[in-house]
């Protein structure tokens, strides 16, 4: 990581320890394409993760879950639908999840590679990171990430069917903007 004097280290300006979200300031998003023309883009509500921060980025281990339940893509009867076991079967598999392998890179370019779950299938994925800084200006040491990343549906086991496959893109572009909380 690039300090604010411009310095590339492997070690982290935070303090070690267990960060907590702060999800009122944090979001998942994501986009697929539909007809391969535009964009359906959405939102999860209900996100936890932690940060264990180590003394290196060999020590950093991020987990994060989503309720799949909680998708907001600003209408009702899109995101029932998106529930049911025609899609995420959010009923039988509540939650999507990630825990990190390792995180690499230098300077601006990061990289977050891990294990996402969807749907009780495991795969790996990898996401670019940025990390946005840290600050106690709330009377709290906090720190903020962005990560971004595309992931194929298929991959994970989401297969709706020929008519469904047909309308929906494979690639889903997730955007996550976190900010945690130093360890009390």
């Known amino acids: 990581m690039t300090t604010?004097?411009?310095i590339t280290t492997t070690a982290l300006?935070?303090?070690?320890?267990?960060?907590?979200?702060?999800?009122?300031?944090?979001?998942?998003?994501f986009a697929i394409r539909h007809l391969g023309l535009a964009r359906v883009r959405g939102r999860?509500?209900?996100?936890?993760?932690?940060?264990e921060v180590g003394d290196d980025t060999d020590d950093v281990r991020i987990e994060a879950t989503v309720a799949l339940g909680s998708i907001d893509t600003g209408n009702a009867d899109r995101d029932a639908h998106?529930?049911?076991?025609?899609?995420?079967?959010?009923?039988?598999?509540p939650t999507m999840t990630f825990r990190s392998t390792g995180i690499s890179g230098a300077g601006d370019d990061w990289t977050m590679d891990g294990d996402l779950t969807v749907g009780g299938v495991t795969r790996p994925v990898s996401f670019a990171v940025e990390f946005c800084g840290s600050s106690d200006a709330m009377g709290r040491m906090s720190a903020g990430f962005t990560t971004?990343?595309?992931?194929?549906?298929?991959?994970?086991?989401?297969?709706?069917?020929?008519?469904?496959?047909?309308?929906?893109?494979?690639?889903?572009?997730?955007?996550?903007?976190?900010?945690?909380?130093?360890?009390?």
Not at 44 to 51: G, M, N, P, S
Not at 150 to 179: C, K, Q
């Open 82 to 93: 998106v529930r049911s076991p025609e899609f995420l079967d959010a009923e039988r598999h």
């Open 148 to 184: 971004s990343g595309t992931v194929s549906r298929r991959e994970h086991g989401i297969d709706f069917g020929p008519m469904y496959n047909a309308a929906l893109g494979d690639a889903v572009r997730f955007d996550l903007d976190f900010e945690f909380h130093a360890p009390a």
């Open 13 to 29: 300006p935070l303090a070690p320890g267990r960060w907590t979200l702060d999800g009122l300031h944090s979001s998942v998003t």
């Open 44 to 51: 999860f509500t209900d996100v936890d993760a932690t940060l």
């Open 4 to 6: 604010d004097t411009g």
